[in-house]
């Protein structure tokens, strides 16, 4: 997703993708999602418990995008590798037991908000790399 996100080049997070978004919006979506689940995994360690779920998907998503709309394309790209910094730690501070606990639920957290989500997003992408 990285390499896709780089291949598209900071001039070119204007362009659309095939669902109507900006390559910008999408980044700042992916990203918010990763600090989402990081913030998740940090309430979990923290109480044991996973998080309930809070809000709606569409909403989140809008308000994920228009809180990053003024964000800068350097900036945002900093902030998709902080957010993924930022999970891969509280992934690393979740021992075993907690990892393997509630069914599995840390590594549905991890897969919804990254390599599902990147699959997900990826064909986006590399149609934006060729317009």
């Keep these: 997703f990285r ?15 095939s ?7 999408l980044v700042a979506h992916v990203a918010a999602w990763e600090a989402h689940a990081a913030g ?6 923290e109480s044991g418990t996973p998080p309930p779920f ?16 003024l964000v800068g394309a350097e900036a945002l790209l900093d902030e998709l590798d ?4 930022r999970l891969a730690d509280e992934l690393a501070l979740l021992d075993e037991a907690a990892i393997a606990a509630h069914d599995g639920w840390v590594g549905k957290v991890i897969a919804a908000n ?11 992408l590399e149609e934006a790399t060729r317009r």
């Design 3 to 17: 390499d896709a996100v780089r291949a598209v080049g900071r001039g070119g997070f204007e362009r659309r993708t």
């Design 114 to 124: 990254t390599f599902e989500h990147f699959a997900e997003h990826l064909r986006e």
């Design 19 to 25: 669902v109507g978004w900006s390559v910008h919006d």
């Design 82 to 85: 902080a957010a993924h910094r």
């Design 54 to 69: 809070v809000g709606e998907v569409d909403a989140l998503n809008a308000q994920f995008v228009a809180s990053h709309r």
């Design 40 to 45: 998740r995994l940090r309430a979990y360690r």
